[in-house]
């Protein structure tokens, strides 16, 4: 768990959120604030949308934050799928989380694997 989070001003974009993570932390590079909040050596955080957020959230200090709420409210989504038709931004929605939550699974499994072969050596 990390020990702060910036709290995201209203309208901000994730990725600016994360970089004033990094800013604050004091690390000498964006490299180890992404192992510090992801758990990854390199992750894809684009700037129009949120990119993986399970391993985030789940090293976040407080559960104030959850991932439709950054979704909805720190990334261009809401305008960058105004064209489309209700249905359709129900799916980008769902398969947004649901990607969240399928790579959350994952490293779960794999930190479960992790834990088992430590165990035996």
Request: aromatic fraction near 8%; charged fraction near 25%; proline fraction near 8%.
């Amino acid at each position: 768990m990390i020990p702060f989070f910036p709290t995201p001003y209203p309208d901000e974009l994730w990725y600016s959120v994360i970089c004033r993570y990094h800013i604050r932390s004091g690390n000498p590079s964006v490299k180890y604030s992404i192992r510090e909040l992801y758990g990854a050596n390199h992750i894809n955080v684009p700037v129009e949308l949120c990119g993986a957020l399970s391993p985030l959230l789940d090293a976040l200090p407080t559960k104030d934050l959850t991932a439709k709420d950054i979704i909805m409210q720190h990334t261009l989504y809401p305008v960058s799928y105004t064209h489309l038709t209700l249905p359709t931004k129900r799916i980008v929605e769902i398969s947004v989380v649901a990607v969240n939550l399928k790579k959350k699974k994952k490293s779960k499994k794999k930190k479960k694997r992790s834990e088992d072969q430590a165990r035996k050596e």
